[in-house]
């Protein structure tokens, strides 16, 4: 797979392609239905494949700090798409001229113009262009006169309800991680490089690895129950806070992460964490003392959660 940043940098060479585009977030078992779909008719037509993706997501671009928390980030976005074993992902910044473009002229300068697709593979509720207007009937009827096909897909279902990144969020939200591996297809993981913070859990006798976040507004907060993998050949069981802290009024959201029974100097490392409990939501605490009481229960409902699933 081949990253692409910005229309810039599209090969001359890519032609003959086979295109899908969205938001991607989750990468979740009905976005990956769109690009198996992609995958199977592409290889039909002998076409390259090609993902459309955008940083911002354009509800991020138009509701700024009011957007909803990402479930992904793109670094983890980007790891899910290897996986898939596309040709090649488009990352196009999503700004005032892109939001501008009209269904034609997007289809023009992007589909035909850059990419010379043939065939363009939607989900159920794909829109593109200016307020969205760009719906499937719109992007047929621009198919015969560009010269590409368009197929779109029917709404992808799990346990009665439609699969979606809305459904995975209201599921982060309240720590339902078995409804949420189901939706995705894995369980729910964020991946990062630890770095130096401001050494606050070491003094509190919690020494923490951090993992910076911003700057995403992420779709879960708490405290949970967390295995890492990136160290050692076993996964690493921890604690983890997501969020903003609110205690020390941080702004950016930030993953930080208290492994049992391990000390170790692993700055620089990058971490996979798999989130598999929730033990509370995020609080502030007017005193640091009560904050450390906390954070000694929160080990304790740790290992007690530890010990419940290893009988």
């Known amino acids: 797979m081949k ?11 890519l032609k003959n392609t086979a295109v899908t585009i969205g938001d991607f977030d989750g990468v979740h ?18 076409l390259k494949t090609v993902l459309i993706c955008f940083e911002p997501q354009p509800v991020e671009f138009f509701w700024k700090e009011k957007a909803q928390g990402r479930i992904m980030r793109l670094r983890e976005k980007l790891m899910a798409f290897k996986k898939l074993k596309l040709d090649y992902v488009l990352c196009l910044p999503f700004n005032e001229a892109l939001a501008d473009l009209s269904p034609e002229e997007f289809v023009k300068k992007i589909l035909s113009d850059a990419l010379d697709c043939k065939l363009l593979v939607i989900g159920d509720d794909f829109c593109c262009g200016k307020k969205r207007a760009g719906n499937a009937d719109v992007l047929r009827g621009l198919g015969k006169k560009y010269q590409f096909e368009v197929e779109q897909l029917q709404t992808f279902v799990v346990e009665h309800a439609r699969d979606s990144s809305t459904r995975i969020r209201a599921a982060l939200q309240k720590g339902n991680f078995h409804l949420v591996e189901e939706l995705l297809g894995q369980p729910y993981f964020l991946n990062g490089k630890v770095i130096h913070g401001d050494a606050r859990g070491r003094s509190l006798g919690f020494p923490t690895a951090n993992i910076a976040l911003q700057p995403y507004h992420m779709a879960l907060t708490g405290i949970f129950m967390v295995e890492a993998d990136g160290v050692n050949d076993k996964p690493l069981l921890g604690v983890a806070n997501i969020g903003i802290r609110p205690t020390f009024e941080n702004k950016g959201f930030i993953l930080e992460i208290y492994f049992l029974d391990f000390d170790q100097d692993i700055y620089g490392k990058t971490l996979t964490v798999r989130f598999s409990h929730k033990i509370r939501d995020e609080k502030k605490f007017n005193a640091l003392e009560d904050l450390k009481k906390e954070m000694a229960k929160d ?13």
């Open 3 to 13: 990253l692409i940043r910005g229309l810039k940098n599209i090969p001359k060479q």
């Open 29 to 46: 078992l009905g976005h990956q239905s769109v690009i198996r779909k992609l995958q199977l008719e592409a290889a039909k037509r002998k």
């Open 299 to 311: 080990v304790e409902k740790a290992r007690a959660f530890q010990k419940l699933n290893k009988k």
